[in-house]
């Protein structure tokens, strides 16, 4: 057990700032274009003469947070005569791919 977590150990020392910066991009930075996208809202809001997002939270800032939970429980509509394995594959390995190339 000792060994394990001497490894362990290790590998952090040695991989830190690839793990911080790995957890940056897949933790802050899509927290980040959230509200980029609801400034941009906003904006577009306020050039139509209209409130925008308000709803959600002081002034619409959880607008961001309640479109990523709308998203995450929209029901998957999967043809019959479709692959079920690569019609859910397919967006996983696109978004895993983008991620990769950040």
């Known amino acids: ?14 991989y830190w700032a690839p793990l911080v910066c790995g957890l940056a991009i897949v ?3 899509p927290l980040i ?3 980029v996208v609801l400034v941009e ?3 577009m809001a306020d050039m139509q003469a209209r409130l925008g997002p308000m709803r959600v939270g002081p002034h619409g ?10 998203l995450l429980i929209k029901e998957d ?7 079920k394995l690569v019609f ?7 978004v895993g791919a983008a991620l990769l190339a950040i």
């Open 88 to 94: 859910w594959l397919a967006p996983v390995l696109s």
């Open 33 to 35: 274009v959230g509200y």
């Open 61 to 70: 800032l959880l607008q961001p947070i309640a479109d990523a939970v709308k």
């Open 41 to 43: 809202r906003k904006i």
């Open 77 to 83: 509509i999967i043809p019959d005569d479709a692959d």
């Open 1 to 14: 057990m000792q060994e394990v977590t001497q490894a362990t150990i290790e590998f952090v020392k040695q």
């Open 27 to 29: 933790a802050v930075l």
